[in-house]
């Protein structure tokens, strides 16, 4: 059974189609990467699938437990986790309390107590490489070192499923060398399935196992990387907004 199940997902704004009629299976332990051009409902998506958004249509399944009409909170419960683009992490505390915040309200089963949740904290920190900062105030952190702290705090949460939306945009090679590690290694060890929006071509290319394009809300092809890449309809998307795909970063 895939642990993620869309059938036919909408989400309208004011009567526009932001995500128009998606349908597809995430099978377990896999990178799924999403990708598409600017405005082609990915973030949405993923909006909807974390209870952001409310569906206007459809329904959204992880690990055969229908989630499309509960609440965020609930959501994250089920054991979804979620990065968003901006990290907001709270400036009074430490590395270390903000990654335990996550572990005390997203995870399955309930709220963790406080001395609990700081060891999920640091085993977060700890695979993410993150432990030697873990006593800093978090406004010391730069902005590449606060997404990682935004993805210790998801991960605290144990989620069985991540969603991970652009954590790589606007990074220097080395930082992204350095994410693209820390990805890998945490669907390699934390037994999470990662869904992953992402615009910057060279790192979908290396870590994806499976690839689906978006456009104008709709699902226009998936497969293999390799496959994908090479898809005339892709490149036309592409194209569309003037940047080609296989150029390592289409409108980043
Ligand atoms: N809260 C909102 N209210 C109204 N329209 C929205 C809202 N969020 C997104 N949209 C619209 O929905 C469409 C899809 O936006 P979305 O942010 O999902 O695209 P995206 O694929 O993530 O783009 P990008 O690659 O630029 O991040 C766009 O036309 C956008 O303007
Ligand atoms: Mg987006």
Do not use: C
Request: without cysteine; glycine residues 12%; hydrophobic residues 45%.
């Amino acid at each position: 059974m895939p642990i993620l199940e869309l059938r036919d997902v909408r989400k309208h704004f004011g009567g526009l189609p932001a995500v128009d009629g998606v349908t597809l299976d995430v099978d377990r332990g896999l990178i799924y990467a999403i990708i598409g051009p600017n405005g082609a409902g990915k973030s949405t998506l993923l909006k909807t699938i974390s209870g952001m958004h409310d569906a206007t249509s459809g329904q959204v399944t992880v690990d055969g437990v229908d989630i499309t009409a509960m609440s965020a909170h609930a959501i994250r419960q089920q054991g979804i986790g979620k990065v968003l683009q901006t990290p907001r992490p709270l400036a009074s505390l430490s590395v270390r309390e903000n990654a335990a915040l996550g572990a005390m309200f997203g995870t399955p089963g309930g709220r963790r107590g406080e001395r609990e949740a700081l060891v999920a904290a640091d085993e977060a920190l700890e695979l993410v490489g993150l432990s030697d900062r873990a006593h800093w105030p978090v406004g010391q952190l730069n902005l590449h070192q606060q997404r990682i702290l935004e993805l210790a705090r998801a991960l605290a949460g144990q989620p069985k499923l991540l969603l991970l939306d652009e954590v790589m945009a606007g990074l220097n090679p080395g930082e992204l060398e350095d994410s693209m590690a820390i990805v890998r290694r945490v669907r390699d060890s934390a037994d999470v399935t990662v869904v992953w929006v992402e615009h910057v071509m060279r790192a979908v290319t290396a870590l994806a196992d499976h690839v689906a394009v978006l456009n104008f809300g709709q699902l226009l092809v998936h497969g293999t990387p390799d496959v994908v890449m090479r898809d005339d309809r892709v490149v036309e998307a592409y194209l569309g907004q003037g940047a080609a795909v296989g150029g390592g970063g289409a409108g980043a």
